[in-house]
């Protein structure tokens, strides 16, 4: 058990069913009246975030959200398969928990599962990574003092703008978070 006097930044509890992770906290004691714990709470599961108070002697149970990386081994269908590196065993998970970032995972990448009592509620991409250029139009030099992109596809099938510089075959690095262009891989 947790009260809510005890709340710091990053706290995990569970409070009417859900799963709720503490982002900001303010103790707050007026010159009238009883102290308060003002919050700034989002939901593990859906990203929500609420403001709310508590009295700092309500008590909510721990949450334990398990954290673990797991190997992408391949997809079917609607299901994606990750590894566990310590067992070995292939876990399958729904399409519809992956984040927006796995549009650049291939396969053999190890990502972050996050679950709450057994159940994955979301998988983290690698925050970058390296992919090679399948298709985009030839490069050119010059241009350079502007920038000017153009839309390549990369070997996962994603798309992402480019400087007009980089040609197919090319291994460059991506920000997952945001799907940017960063640099060229070095070789």
């Not at 090679?132 to 350079?144: I, L």
């Not at 075959?169 to 640099?183: M, P, Q």
């Amino acid at each position: 058990m947790i009260t809510a006097g005890d709340f710091r930044n990053g706290v995990t509890f569970e409070m009417d069913g859900k799963v709720m992770q503490v982002v900001e906290f303010q103790h707050v004691k007026p010159g009238k009246g009883a102290a308060f714990v003002r919050t700034k709470i989002r939901n593990v599961i859906t990203g929500a975030v609420v403001e709310t108070s508590f009295s700092p002697t309500d008590k909510f149970e721990n949450a334990y959200v398990e954290r673990r990386n797991m190997e992408f081994s391949y997809a079917d269908g609607n299901l994606y398969y990750f590894m566990d590196p310590e067992t070995y065993e292939l876990e399958p998970i729904d399409k519809s928990i992956l984040s927006d970032g796995f549009r650049f995972v291939k396969e053999n990448m190890v990502c972050t599962v996050s679950a709450y009592k057994g159940k994955v509620f979301a998988v983290e991409a690698p925050t970058f990574v390296e992919l090679e250029v399948a298709e985009t139009d030839p490069g050119f030099a010059g241009n350079t003092a502007t920038n000017v992109t153009k839309p390549a596809t990369l070997e996962t099938g994603a798309e992402v703008k480019v400087p007009l510089f980089i040609n197919p075959g090319d291994r460059i690095k991506i920000d997952t978070r945001t799907g940017e262009y960063l640099e060229r891989a070095k070789a």
